[in-house]
């Protein structure tokens, strides 16, 4: 099969055969859609034969992931040019993923491929040439935070990026319910989900902590439910006998 353009390198370019192949595709999935667009109809828009589309990509969803990839490769050079690198980090990082889930929420295939579970860090199948080019893509903001102390000391790089990852893809599925049911977004990943990688929001955990913390939990929910009880059992004597009002 021939050379992809690699994560490690953004600028390579398609061969000719291989640009015809995907912008035939690209107008067939704009009529037809992506679901009913057949292997055979590509090949006729592209005037080649389903055994040269073979030489390239492994089927119609291979040629879908490749256009994906191109797609998020132009939104990194959107973001390169829209964020303000004066910003403090926390900013820039938040402004970065709000801008990338807005972008990509209004792509076809970038949707396409968040949708599939197999896109997601750490499942089996996952698409490792994508993850690997979203890797580079963030490494080099999160590498400039760490040298300047903006980042918790006890995070590890490639959790941190995984963690990157997941946030936009979770925010991807779910951002036009989000919106539509009144959440702001960004004062929302700002705080619970890119304030904690600060350094001053996060530190090691003390040992035993979370058995503290379970203990600490179990004895307030005891509390709330006796105070809720407490109070559900005055109001049923004050209905039964209003003059305790």
Not at 127 to 135: G, K, S, T, Y
Not at 158 to 174: D, F, P, V
Not at 206 to 226: F, I, K, S, V, Y
Not at 233 to 243: A, I, M, N
Request: hydrophobic residues 40%; aromatic residues 6%.
């Amino acid at each position: 099969m021939a050379s992809r353009p690699s994560p490690r390198d953004l600028d390579a370019r398609l061969s000719r055969t291989e640009q015809r192949i995907v912008d035939a595709a690209r107008t067939c999935f704009e009529a037809s859609g992506i679901g009913k667009t057949r292997l055979e109809d590509i090949a006729i828009s592209a005037g080649v034969s389903r055994q040269t589309i073979y030489k390239y990509f492994t089927g119609k969803q291979d040629i879908v992931d490749q256009i994906g990839f191109l797609e998020m490769v132009k939104i990194t050079g959107i973001l390169r040019t829209t964020l303000n690198s004066a910003e403090g980090f926390a900013d820039r990082l938040t402004n970065a993923i709000v801008l990338s889930v807005e972008i990509s929420i209004e792509n076809t295939y970038i949707s396409r491929a968040i949708e599939d579970i197999n896109a997601l860090p750490g499942f089996p199948g996952a698409n490792e040439r994508i993850l690997d080019w979203q890797r580079q893509k963030w490494r080099p903001m999160m590498e400039r935070a760490a040298a300047q102390g903006e980042l918790a000391s006890d995070l590890d790089a490639e959790a941190l990026l995984q963690w990157i990852i997941l946030c936009q893809l979770l925010l991807t599925l779910s951002y036009r319910r989000l919106v539509a049911n009144g959440l702001e977004v960004r004062p929302f990943v700002r705080r619970f989900m890119v304030e904690p990688l600060l350094a001053n929001r996060s530190g090691p955990a003390p040992a035993h902590a979370g058995d503290t913390d379970a203990d600490q939990l179990r004895t307030e929910n005891a509390m709330l439910r006796a105070l809720v009880s407490d109070q559900a059992l005055d109001l049923f004597r004050l209905k039964s006998d209003p003059r305790r009002l």
